[in-house]
């Protein structure tokens, strides 16, 4: 069974550029995960998608980021503009059911630097 | 504020010296608590999850503990591939469904 696939892997922007990510979920999976882990921290969750509706984006900085998931499948989280703090490896998750109970698999995550 | 807390930060052990990582928690709503693995430039990878005070889980050199206000990551003469950051995260229900993670234990395993 392929695991979760995110790209790109890195990514070095400057400051106020823009920048996407994209995942990729294990096939089946209802529930998709973004989290924001800095260096040194535990992830933080940022948004989570049931299909197509966004269940919880509580903790998701709207005025700089936005994320969607087409079809049910696939998702993308934006910066725009990215800050200095943004630096970190943002993480995507897929769960089969809608509940943060249920066992989480991760992707490989990519790591933003911006300068 | 909900507050998970690991220590220590980091650990260094040699092969086949046994020792415990801890993970504190000063929360409401608590519902369970999972326990991952994070190797580098990988994302976490599940481990166990602990339901109530008591309740122990193992697998190979690793066993899992939980009382009312921490949870213990007991491994037992560890090997060099043991080497990883370990974290825990805390499932809360407090109206509606929250995780949350500590800032993990960095564990290198001398041969």
């Known amino acids: 069974e392929a695991g979760v696939a995110q790209s790109p892997r890195y990514k070095i922007i400057e400051k106020r550029q823009s920048v996407a990510f994209w995942c990729n979920p294990i096939?089946?999976?209802?529930?998709l995960y973004w989290y924001q882990q800095i260096l040194g921290q535990g992830p933080k969750l940022l948004i989570q998608f049931q299909n197509n509706g966004v269940v919880d984006d509580s903790q998701l900085p709207k005025d700089r980021f936005s994320a969607e998931r087409l079809k049910g499948v696939d998702s993308t989280l934006k910066i725009q503009p990215a800050k200095l703090e943004d630096s970190a490896v943002y993480l995507c998750?897929?769960?089969?059911?809608?509940?943060?109970?249920?066992?989480?698999?991760f992707g490989p995550g990519t790591r933003l630097t911006v300068l | 504020e909900d507050q998970v807390t690991q220590s220590p930060e980091a650990l260094r052990l040699q092969e086949g010296e046994s020792s415990s990582l801890n993970c504190s928690y000063t929360v409401s709503g608590l519902r369970g608590l999972f326990w991952y693995r994070q190797d580098p430039g990988k994302g976490p990878e599940f481990l166990f999850t602990l339901y109530s005070a008591g309740e122990e889980k193992e697998k190979e050199r690793l066993k899992a503990t939980l009382t009312k206000k921490e949870s213990f990551l007991h491994i037992t003469a560890p090997k060099p591939e043991d080497s990883a950051t370990y974290l825990c995260?805390?499932?809360?229900?407090?109206?509606?469904?929250?995780?949350?993670f500590g800032q993990g234990t960095r564990l290198t395993i001398n041969p």
């Open positions: 998750a897929s769960s089969s059911s809608g509940s943060l109970w249920d066992t989480q698999y």
């Open positions: 995260a805390a499932y809360l229900f407090q109206g509606a469904q929250k995780l949350v």
């Open positions: 096939s089946g999976h209802a529930t």
